[in-house]
């Protein structure tokens, strides 16, 4: 060996210094040293670019995905929209092709089962008048822009806010939405009943929009007005609430909580809520349930110090019963971490249809209230697991399904789906005028100012809406509905059993 290296294998190395292949030195390989460094050359050069080109385009995505603020100056005085408030068309650049946008949650199944009674005939403009009788306002959306004829003010600030919802969609997806022309009733109860509008001679249902339905009606449910605030009761935009609710839902573990049944609320809308009253602990019963009377003239002088929804997770089980029709509160009590307690509800929201009991909630039976949250309660506290996973699941679906941009999606897909009905093209009603996010938020006051603040969307999204699902086949629907059924037939059954076993 000689001195001062070491052979390994086919070459040898010096002992002393940084080594080469010993074949180097022939001519040929001199050559192909010069070429590799080339090549090093070369691949750090194109790298470079490569980064400088992202970072360009990066650059370009942050300016397509830009901020459109309020044009509030003094020379727009607010009584007619900016012709440029924001893009009449958005060409998305980072898009994603179809099959790879997330599915929309389950619940985006019903936006065909409330529009398939106009799929043979279509939606004609006198259909679409005859459902002005109870209707607050018309909205017409041509060119992304939107016309609104106001027949009655909703109560409190609900057709505010359900306006003010449909404009930051608009400002969401620019260009996206098709023209149309819908009614929009804001009063709690639907109104369309399906027995109107049966029999051979019968004419088409009108389509009206509202916030809930029944089993016995036809009207069509959207996205309420508490999504982007509440302002008569100060309750925050959803995306903000959500992040309030998933902080209250850590301050205290689900078997740290106080083992009762809360509600707290206005009893005096309903009957049903009247009698859940008596459900309360006394001297004489406890029937597991804590239940307190909401004062709502009180909590407006306190600054609303006692009714924070962040702050209303201390009990293993939450109740929600209805009022005179469906509750906003369903989705607050839903996303607490719970055992929600559901008295058979008989009207639905547009996602609360695709809730399952002993998965998503626990069913109480109506006919006996007191006895049946006793019963729910005892039996969560003596199976915790199955009781905690119930909790989980239906905060997750909450935190999961039901995000603003999900919200976003679900009227993205039913407006664009109820404008494939028509038949005739839309066109600005004599009375309407034009209305703008500027016409809304600029001249807007206090609570209303701040909500709109807070829930205005900022720009364009550089993505499409998730993925519409097909609807339901008769075979898996009618499987759906069985499986609801089945399971709150369950829960009876072991009421039944138990009291049986008492007497």
Not at 194 to 201: I, L, Q, R
Not at 333 to 347: E, F, G, K, Q, R
Not at 394 to 412: G, R
Request: hydrophobic share 35%; glycine share 4%.
């Amino acid at each position: 060996m000689d001195i001062g290296y070491q052979r390994i294998g086919n070459y040898r190395r010096s002992t002393d210094s940084f080594w080469l292949p010993h074949y180097i030195n022939k001519p040929y390989s001199k050559h192909s040293l010069l070429l590799l460094v080339f090549l090093l050359v070369l691949g750090s050069y194109m790298w470079t670019t490569v980064l400088d080109t992202t970072s360009a385009v990066n650059k370009v995505l942050q300016s397509r995905t830009r901020e459109f603020p309020l044009n509030c100056s003094s020379g727009n005085p607010t009584k007619t929209c900016p012709v440029n408030h924001y893009p009449p068309d958005y060409k998305i650049i980072n898009n994603k092709p179809s099959s790879a946008n997330p599915r929309c949650p389950h619940y985006f199944h019903w936006i065909h089962e409330d529009l398939k009674l106009w799929r043979k005939t279509g939606i004609t403009k006198e259909m679409v008048e005859r459902a002005n009788r109870t209707a607050n306002f018309r909205l017409v959306i041509l060119n992304g822009r939107a016309y609104v004829e106001t027949y009655e003010k909703g109560f409190q600030t609900r057709d505010v806010f359900t306006l003010w919802g449909i404009l930051q969609l608009l400002r969401r997806y620019p260009g996206k939405i098709p023209d149309l022309d819908l009614m929009f009733d804001c009063v709690d109860w639907p109104v369309i009943r399906a027995s109107d509008f049966v029999g051979d001679n019968a004419i088409a249902p009108p389509p009206l929009f509202r916030y809930c339905g029944d089993s016995e009606t036809l009207d069509i449910v959207f996205p309420d007005w508490s999504f982007w605030g509440w302002a008569e009761i100060n309750i925050k935009p959803w995306q903000d609430l959500l992040k309030d609710l998933e902080k209250g839902n850590k301050k205290q573990k689900w078997q740290d909580r106080e083992p009762y049944a809360y509600w707290k609320g206005n009893p005096e809308v309903a009957e049903k809520r009247m009698e859940l009253v008596k459900c309360n602990v006394s001297e004489n019963q406890e029937w597991n349930a804590r239940i307190y009377v909401q004062d709502w003239k009180k909590e407006i002088k306190q600054g609303f110090k006692n009714s924070d929804l962040g702050n209303q997770c201390h009990h293993r089980y939450k109740i929600y019963i209805e009022g005179s029709a469906w509750s906003v509160s369903e989705k607050y009590i839903l996303a607490c971490d719970s055992v929600s307690l559901l008295v058979t509800p008989h009207y639905y929201d547009f996602f609360s249809r695709s809730l399952m009991p002993q998965v998503h909630y626990w069913p109480i039976n109506e006919n006996d209230k007191c006895g049946s949250i006793k019963f729910a309660v005892d039996w969560g506290n003596r199976n915790k697991k199955k009781a905690q996973k119930i909790g989980r699941s239906a905060s997750n679906f909450i935190q999961e399904d039901l995000k603003m941009e999900y919200v976003y999606d679900y009227m993205f897909h039913l407006l664009n789906e109820y404008a494939k009905l028509l038949r005739y093209k839309p066109s600005v009603p004599e009375k309407a005028t034009e209305l703008c996010s500027e016409i809304m938020a600029c001249p807007a006051e206090g609570i209303e100012k701040k909500l709109m603040m807070e829930s205005m969307v900022k720009g364009p999204v550089d993505e499409s809406p998730c993925k519409m699902p097909i609807p339901f086949n008769q075979l898996s629907l009618d499987s759906f509905i069985k499986r609801k059924e089945s399971s709150i037939e369950q829960v009876l059954k072991l009421e039944k059993e138990e009291q049986k076993e008492k007497t």
